[in-house]
């Protein structure tokens, strides 16, 4: 099975940017399809963003299109979330998640890293 580590998240302001990453080891990332989840307190976790094997295939919530991009790069077996824009309602401990199934149906993703917080200030 796959490990999960993210890095990246932070403090930053509204109207800022952070890019977060998630380094697999154990297996190679290019087997999966890889996602970003996040769970702010009170609140079920939300299916943010998702790439394919291929990376043509990608999804975004309605709420993160246009200023959140995910990206894959399979020779350092690292998967990016890059957010611009970023607004208070983006405060939230955001997962990588993989995916050996579809890349756009959130349960069949079944391996999840630790998780990093992101906390957008007004």
């Known amino acids: 099975q796959v490990q999960l580590v993210e890095s990246g998240g932070g403090l930053v302001q509204a109207g800022g940017s952070l890019r977060l990453s998630c380094a697999a080891s154990g297996r190679a990332v290019s087997m999966y399809a890889m996602g970003w989840f996040r769970q702010a307190p009170g609140k079920e976790r939300e299916f943010v963003a998702a790439?394919?094997?291929?990376?043509?295939?990608?999804y975004y919530v309605d709420s993160v299109k246009g200023r959140f991009t995910i990206s894959r790069d399979n020779a350092k077996n690292t998967v990016y979330l890059q957010m611009n824009s970023l607004k208070p309602d983006d405060t939230a401990v955001y997962y990588c998640a993989a995916s050996s199934r579809r890349y756009n149906v959130r349960d069949d993703y079944d391996s999840w890293g630790q998780g990093t917080q992101v906390t957008v200030s007004s």
């Open positions: 790439i394919g094997r291929s990376v043509l295939m990608t």
